[in-house]
């Protein structure tokens, strides 16, 4: 689906995969996205800076002591004090450290903690602004908005009564089923199988999931009667296929739905046991199954269960299943063809033939291929369906080519399908046994899980293995890659080709699974021939059930940014929580420590070290004053508007002398006086 021919929804949503709460998505256009991303950066990179206002004062607070140190201590505790950044402070605990390392002892070993906390910090927030668009990002997951609706399958005339319109209505359905299924196998290819497996091209980066990974079992029992599947048995099981996890229709736990596909396939040998081998016999109704015939033509004939007139519930043709012509062998156009025939159990007005009693099972959908070859290879084959090892053409008496042991292998295959809500699940069976009007008996879907496994079952029922035949055909093989174009040569292929074509064939019904989910939300609409689009045959919903699923489809879109409410509401929380604590732990904390009495020299500490207050001192001791706020963050002259000297107007030896340095001020009972001494760190200080 092209995210050009849709849009997608922008606003605040609920991813209900993650929950109701961590689901909570906002999705924005790219130029809004990655605005909010740098404001989300900004905001951390603040709060680091504030991070590093509260383990600044912390610290200060620690060290604080009444014990006699020495200038370096304190000139550490001023920087501490001075509020700087963290890089600012980082850059002035190395200047301190490199100042004084032939003046005092061990000046960067003392040092080196505090520079360690600051570079911690500074990482730390770095880290968490680099990284907050992924921790805030819900991979991308948008909800897809678009033209919604099923392809209409209205009730077959007869052939001789089409009109105009009905040819347009069929040009559009062949036009959509092909593109379709061709879309199916591609997307299998590049996205579920091969060398492309987990692939990061931008086709596999649509669903909310790349591929639907199922259990593959390849010695499987066989499904059908003993001794019918002489070379094994494969059996893919997908597992439940949940409805929002795997599919993207976004609701809550309570309304999704699971269903699950077992396919379970058996090589035959369908010349050896169940043909007549050629013949000149020309059998009643032949004209339904004989290809293109020559005068003199030979037949074969293969019995694997009477032939069906498809849409007649089980009018028999013939009593064989499948003839084929030496001169269709001859004059066919492809190197590999396939036909198939089916048998639903529950449904035998789509049954093209009815299974040999070896073959027949009531719980499952039974699908026979037929693969025929017009192809040499330039190794032997050993693999039972495409098993070639008669020699062929000969260069200098060696062979150089290995034709089919067989004119038609065949591979018997069952599918069986089982539905569940979020407590019970049907037992497995044939996709006919329910419809979707007629869900399981046994299982109660609410009236949200009803339109899902409504559209589900509709899903399953374009993916089952007859239609896909039915478009693909021998498109569908894996083995075409190995063809050397229009030679009718093919490389060697391994003995377990069979078993990767089946793997194939079920991935396509997967990834069919994923593409109708995504097409139902949001149908192209591409002309299928001059003047008519799909659009016009696309029947849209109109019950609520069914337009809630068409606005809940989700995608990955790499067009849109994605952000979890949560993680945003977090980060941002915490950033400004940072924030408001830095700039009101000081004044919070000196109010503890007045009223409970505790760490008076800290706070007397904290007020000493600040740069105004230091300001006041070195002032004060040149005469310039008197001041009042001396316990406050700016202190002030008690004069108005007093104008104090610019170093520039004063004695410059006045700097150098030991005046300035006079004590102003002393320690004494709750607060500052005016005694000639200073408190006891500032002596140590000066």
């Not at 396939?338 to 529950?346: K, R, Y």
């Not at 539905?419 to 299982?443: E, I």
Request: glycine content about 6%.
């Amino acid at each position: 689906m092209s995210e050009n021919s849709s849009s997608v929804f922008v606003g605040i949503w609920v991813n209900h995969s993650k929950g109701s709460v961590i689901g909570l998505t906002l999705t924005l256009p790219p130029h809004y996205g990655n605005i909010l991303i740098s404001v989300l950066a900004l905001l951390i990179g603040w709060a680091g800076s504030h991070f590093w206002g509260v383990t600044s004062f912390a610290l200060h607070q620690f060290r604080g002591t009444t014990t006699k140190r020495d200038a370096l201590y304190h000139q550490q505790q001023v920087v501490l004090r001075s509020r700087l950044s963290d890089t600012a402070t980082l850059y002035r605990l190395w200047e301190l450290a490199w100042a004084w390392k032939s003046n005092t002892r061990a000046s960067f070993r003392r040092t080196f903690v505090l520079a360690l906390i600051v570079f911690v910090n500074i990482s730390a927030f770095l880290t968490a602004g680099a990284f907050s668009s992924r921790v805030t990002s819900t991979d991308g997951e948008v909800l897809l908005r678009g033209y919604c609706g099923l392809f209409d399958h209205r009730t077959p005339k007869l052939f001789m009564g089409w009109s105009d319109e009905d040819w347009s209505y069929v040009d559009a359905l062949f036009f959509s089923s092909y593109n379709g299924y061709r879309r199916c196998a591609a997307y299998t290819r590049a996205c579920y199988s091969g060398a492309f497996k987990d692939s990061d091209v931008t086709v596999c980066n649509t669903f909310t999931v790349q591929a639907i990974m199922s259990k593959v079992d390849r010695a499987a029992a066989c499904p059908y009667q003993s001794g019918s599947c002489p070379f094994g048995a494969i059996e893919i099981d997908s597992g439940m296929i949940n409805s929002d996890k795997h599919l993207g229709i976004n609701a809550p736990r309570k309304d999704q739905v699971d269903v699950r596909k077992i396919f379970t396939c058996a090589p035959i040998r369908a010349e050896a046991d169940y043909s007549t081998g050629w013949t000149n016999e020309s059998r009643p109704s032949r004209e339904y199954f004989v290809p293109d015939s020559l005068p003199g033509d030979l037949y074969k004939y293969y019995n694997i269960g009477p032939s069906l007139l498809f849409g007649s519930y089980g009018f028999t043709i013939s009593n064989y299943t499948y003839v084929a012509s030496n001169a269709s062998v001859i004059l066919a156009e492809q190197a590999y063809t396939i036909n198939h025939f089916a048998s639903f159990p529950q449904r035998l007005n789509e049954s093209t033939f009815s299974p040999l009693p070896e073959f027949q099972r009531q719980d499952a959908d039974v699908t026979l291929l037929f693969l025929g070859k017009s192809i040499s290879y330039t190794g032997p084959v050993l693999d039972p369906w495409f098993a070639a090892q008669t020699p062929g053409a000969k260069l200098l008496g060696a062979n150089v080519a290995w034709n089919p042991n067989e004119t038609n292998s065949a591979i018997v295959c069952t599918e069986q399908y089982q539905f569940c809500n979020t407590t019970h699940c049907s037992t497995p069976s044939g996709l006919y046994k329910f419809t979707d009007q007629a869900p399981p008996p046994d299982v109660e879907f609410n009236t949200n899980q009803l339109a899902s496994y409504r559209l589900l079952w509709t899903f399953l029922y374009y993916m089952r293995l007859d239609f896909t035949l039915r478009i693909l055909r021998h498109e569908i093989l894996l083995a075409n890659q190995h063809v050397y174009g229009g030679f009718r040569m093919s490389s060697a292929l391994p003995e377990t080709q069979w078993q990767t074509e089946i793997e194939n064939m079920f991935n396509v019904s997967m990834a069919g699974l994923q593409l109708n989910a995504l097409g139902y939300a949001a149908h192209e609409n591409p002309e299928a021939r001059p003047g008519i689009h799909l659009h016009e045959f696309v029947v849209q919903p109109s019950t609520k059930e069914e337009k809630y699923i068409c606005k809940n489809q989700k995608i990955r879109s790499s067009n849109y940014i994605s952000f979890n409410v949560l993680g945003l509401a977090i980060a941002s929380s915490i950033s400004l929580i940072i924030i408001l604590l830095n700039l009101s732990l000081p004044t919070f904390v000196a109010w503890l420590q007045m009223k409970w009495h505790r760490g008076n020299v800290a706070r007397m500490s904290w007020i000493e070290d600040d740069i105004l207050q230091m300001q006041r001192i070195a002032l004060q001791g040149k005469g310039v004053g008197p001041w009042q706020g001396k316990m406050d963050a700016v202190p002030v002259t008690i004069e108005y508007g007093m104008e104090i000297p610019r170093i520039e107007d004063e004695d410059p030896e006045f700097w150098h002398s030991n005046e300035m340095f006079q004590p102003l001020t002393s320690l004494s009972g709750d607060g500052w006086n005016s005694s000639p001494s200073l408190p006891q760190g500032m002596r140590s200080f000066f």
